[in-house]
Structure formats: structure tokens, C-alpha cells
């Protein structure tokens, strides 16, 4: 968003020069109105203007009643771009989009318009267009917007208004449901039922034909956790869920010190055994305990994004409510993207941490509440969140269970059901799960913007970008690339090219 925003300004410093900047919100005039795109955007425009945005590409159009017309389209270049290389990008798109805009020639050479800009002005007939390109360089590539306004040009300067507050209005939302969704799908998974084995707590569902290993321990009886490792036949993907190992804590008071010293371990009774450990944040002892539980699995562990879910603790307080009258309860949580090493090839790994701090009189004990995650091999991230989401929603604890349970241990456990499908909305909205979703749409946008298709290899599993001319492409032994019109093979030497959506 932050990047999104810098291409924003750097397109109106130039398009917009000669209009003054106040720094304050301009009301909306009569007859306009805001719209909110469900695709994540949203802008002003006049009421008698048309939106439409395109899914697949990201392009979105406006068009006003005397046959104006708006273009924003975002683009991704993974070579990236400097102004020489920005203006031929620029002199091909407006040959190609000119007929869209009715431009059929008469554009102007590009030139600079501020730094990472480029600016074409098109005239043919009795319309009018500006075309620009504003990139932001990174280490990856270059993200890149395409801005296009068209229209007659005996009214193109009474439309300047219009024209520049649209611009100025636009902003990136973010799709509303697009975080929920992976990006590999898990379709080919066929899930079936798992029980506890030790003492019929709770059941779930999970992979068919996958390893699945835990079910209740209990650290006491009144500490039972839920604790699974569920990994893939091909070693790809590992599930995990609790950890039986880690104890709970009660935060030092001075009164005590000299008795229980923070790292002491203090004991009320009944067999129940916590550790004397001032409050730790969610976020650092999420890494702590990755960098505890990983060091005999994997290595080179680097942590790639840390997030405070804020919105998770909240929902878990006012779940909690209930279980307030025996004192102050304050949840905590967040989520940590990872990558490390395993058996010398790479892995990106996932966790959602969530920690519980109950406060009642002078005894203060905390705990890790819930510890998900997954381990997966680049290629199966997207499995691996959709599958650790659907297991984490699977989740019923069983009545006759519960009523064994005191009545703190029944309230707890319907907590932890309520908290499920928030927990399982929240693994879908984690760092790889974005970076996935950016990555393809980018590989969209790149080809809609240069006429270029992905196609891959059956035989070596090579991924290819050529220039989408045809219907079909095909390939020899010897790596020449042909297309067709139709399905027909065009030689005895040739296969078929897979074509990415």
C-alpha cells in the first residue's frame, strides 16, 4: 500500500502541476458520488460516468457522456525499469492502447515527467489523450502504474477537473474476500474424521492418507491442551498445532522474590507446576519459540514478517467475557512468516501465536493459548494454509468430554471452539498467502500489459514466457517454439505447451 501510494503522488506532481494544493479534504460536488470496487478500489467520479474494472488484468476503465475516458492499470516489470528502457514500455503501450482511446497516431516522444515518470501526449482527429507510466524501483523488479486520460479535445480542457480528481480520489483497498482465499487450491485433498485418541476430547478433520500424530496430554488436570503434528506423505507439508512441552507462567511479584525468583517454578497445588516468568509480548515469544522448536528441524531460520493481529484478540476478549468473573483476562496475538533450511533445500514456514494473561488478586499466570502453524517447501505454501485453515475450522469438542470437565475447564473449551473459524481466517490472511496472490496477479497484469502468455513444459516442467500470438503452442526436442490457430500438431517432433491460466 505504502508503494501504491508514492505512485500516486509521483503521477499527480506531474499530471496535476498546474492544480493548487490546499492539504485539506475538498468536499464532493454536486452530482458526484464515491465508488467502492468489490475488485479493492475505490475513487470519485461524476454520477453519469461508468466504472469497470477488469478481474483478470486489474485494468480499470471510466467513461464519461461525451466519450471520455479513464484508464488505470497497475503492471509489473521483474526486470525492472529506468527511464530509457520506462519510455520504449511507454511508446509500445500507447501504440497499443491508442485505438482503444481513439488515438491513432500523433504521439508526442515520451518525456520525463518527474522522477520514475514518463508522459506521452497523443492528438488524432479532434481527440486528445495523456498517457503516463510512474514506477517505483525494488529489489524484485519494478511496480508500475499505466494512466490514461482520453477525450474530445474541444472539451478536454473543461474535463481537466473531472479528469484530476478522479486521479486524486483513486485509492487501493484491497479485495474484502481475496485474503480468504488461496491461492493453491486444496481441492484434490479428500479430508476424513480424526478423534483423540487419548481421551475423546475433541475431533477434527485432516488429510486422507496423511501422518497425524498428539491428540490431549494434560500437564495436570486442569491443563489439558490439544497438541498434532499432521504431515504429508511426501514429506512436503508439516502441520502443527499446541505444544505440550511449555509450561505456564505467573509473573514475579516483589513480595515473593526472595522465594520465587523469576525463573523459579512455583506450585498451588494439585500437581500444577508454573513457571515464574515476567509477561513476554505475543510477537517475541512467537520467535522465541520458533527459534526453540525448529533448531533440531531446520536451518538458517530468518524471520520475513511479523504482524499484530489485533483484530484475532479482540474477537478472543469478547469470547472471553463469560470467563471474566474470575478476573481480568487480556488475550494477545499475531502471526510470523519464516523461511529456513531443511535437509539443504528451502522452506517457508507460518505461525499464528496467540497468549492469554489472566489477573485475579496477586496471582497473574499467562500461557500460550494457541500455537499453529506450518513448514512447506515454496511450491506447497498455498496447500499448506488452505489445509491448515479447513483442519483449525474442523474443530468440535466433544459434550460428554466437557461435562467431565470443572466448570472453568468447560468455559475454556468453548472458547476455544468459538475461536476457530477466526483462527482459520486468520491463517488465510498471512504474509505467503499475500505474497502469493501479488505474485500471480502480477504475472497477469505483466502479460495483459505486453501480450506475452506463460506456458510450461509437460515433459521438463520448464516455465516459459512468450508472445501470445496464438491458440496453441508447441515444442521440439530441440526447444523450438511453435503456435497455432488450431489443435492439430504441427509435426511428429512436436507436444504440446500447457498454457497458464
Known amino acids: 500500500m505504502r508503494h501504491l501510494t508514492v505512485l500516486l503522488v509521483l503521477t499527480l506532481s506531474a499530471l496535476l502541476v498546474s492544480l493548487p494544493s490546499t492539504g485539506v479534504a475538498v468536499p464532493q460536488p454536486e452530482g458526484w458520488g464515491s465508488h467502492r470496487d468489490p475488485m479493492g478500489f475505490s475513487l470519485e467520479r461524476p454520477a453519469d460516468w461508468q466504472v469497470a474494472a477488469d478481474g483478470q488484468t486489474g485494468r480499470i476503465n471510466l467513461s464519461g457522456p461525451q466519450h471520455e475516458q479513464v484508464v488505470i492499470w497497475p503492471a509489473w516489470a521483474p526486470q525492472g525499469l529506468d527511464e530509457p528502457t520506462a519510455q520504449v514500455v511507454l511508446r509500445q503501450f500507447a501504440t497499443r492502447i491508442g485505438p482503444e482511446v481513439e488515438i491513432l497516431g500523433g504521439w508526442s516522444p515520451p518525456q520525463r515527467a518527474g522522477e520514475n515518470v514518463a508522459r506521452v501526449v497523443g492528438r488524432s482527429g479532434r481527440r486528445a489523450a495523456i498517457l503516463m507510466l510512474c514506477w517505483i524501483p525494488t529489489p524484485k523488479g519494478a511496480a508500475a502504474f499505466f494512466y490514461v486520460i482520453a477525450g474530445p479535445e474541444n472539451a478536454f480542457r473543461e474535463d481537466q477537473e473531472p479528469f484530476s480528481r478522479i486521479l486524486r480520489s483513486f485509492r487501493v483497498t484491497g479485495h474484502p474476500s481475496r485474503a480468504a482465499k488461496p491461492v493453491v487450491?486444496?481441492?484434490?485433498?479428500?479430508?476424513?474424521?480424526?478423534?483423540?485418541p487419548r481421551e475423546g476430547a475433541f475431533s477434527?478433520?485432516?488429510?486422507?492418507?496423511?501422518?497425524?500424530?498428539?491428540?490431549?496430554?494434560?500437564?495436570?488436570?486442569?491443563?489439558?491442551r490439544a497438541v498434532l503434528r499432521i504431515k504429508s506423505p511426501d514429506g512436503a507439508i508439516l502441520l502443527s498445532g499446541g505444544d505440550?512441552?511449555?509450561?505456564?507462567?505467573?509473573?514475579?511479584?516483589?513480595?515473593?522474590?526472595?522465594?520465587?525468583?523469576?525463573g523459579s517454578w512455583y506450585s498451588p497445588g494439585a500437581g500444577i507446576q508454573w513457571q515464574?516468568?515476567?509477561?513476554?509480548?505475543?510477537?517475541?515469544?512467537?520467535?522465541?519459540?520458533?527459534?526453540?522448536?525448529?533448531?533440531?528441524?531446520?536451518?538458517?531460520?530468518e524471520i520475513r514478517d511479523r504482524r499484530d493481529r489485533s483484530d484475532l484478540a479482540e474477537q478472543m476478549d469478547r469470547e472471553a467475557a463469560g470467563f471474566r468473573q474470575f478476573g481480568r483476562v487480556t488475550n494477545s496475538a499475531g502471526d510470523i512468516a519464516f523461511t529456513c533450511t531443511e535437509g539443504g533445500q528451502p522452506r517457508q514456514g507460518y505461525l499464528l501465536v496467540t497468549t492469554q494473561l489472566l489477573q485475579a488478586g496477586v496471582l497473574n499466570i499467562w500461557y500460550a493459548k494457541d500455537l499453529l502453524g506450518y513448514l512447506a517447501v515454496p511450491s506447497r505454501v498455498g496447500q499448506a494454509q488452505a489445509i491448515l485453515a479447513h483442519v483449525a475450522s474442523s474443530v468440535q469438542v466433544n459434550p460428554q468430554w466437557v461435562a467431565r470437565q470443572q466448570?472453568?475447564?468447560m468455559q475454556v473449551s468453548q472458547i476455544a471452539a468459538q475461536t476457530q473459524e477466526h483462527i482459520s481466517r486468520t491463517i488465510m490472511s498471512s504474509y505467503w498467502n499475500r505474497a502469493n496472490v501479488e505474485q500471480e496477479l502480477s504475472r497477469k497484469w505483466e502479460n495483459a500489459i505486453l501480450g506475452t502468455t506463460d506456458v510450461v513444459d509437460p515433459v521438463t516442467g520448464e516455465q516459459r514466457k512468450i508472445y501470445n500470438s496464438s491458440d496453441y503452442y508447441w515444442i521440439t526436442n530441440q526447444g523450438r517454439i511453435v503456435g497455432t490457430q488450431t489443435d492439430s500438431v504441427p509435426g511428429l517432433d512436436f507436444r504440446r505447451l500447457t498454457q497458464l491460466p
Open 276 to 301: 515464574v516468568r515476567r509477561f513476554t509480548p505475543v510477537l517475541p515469544f512467537g520467535e522465541e519459540w520458533l527459534r526453540l522448536r525448529l533448531q533440531n528441524l531446520c536451518t538458517g531460520l
Open 407 to 409: 466448570q472453568t475447564t
Open 244 to 262: 505440550g512441552e511449555i509450561p505456564g507462567f505467573v509473573l514475579p511479584n516483589p513480595q515473593w522474590s526472595r522465594v520465587f525468583p523469576e
Open 204 to 224: 477434527l478433520q485432516v488429510p486422507k492418507g496423511w501422518s497425524v500424530e498428539g491428540g490431549l496430554i494434560r500437564r495436570n488436570a486442569l491443563d489439558p
Open 185 to 196: 487450491a486444496a481441492s484434490d485433498v479428500t479430508y476424513v474424521s480424526w478423534t483423540d
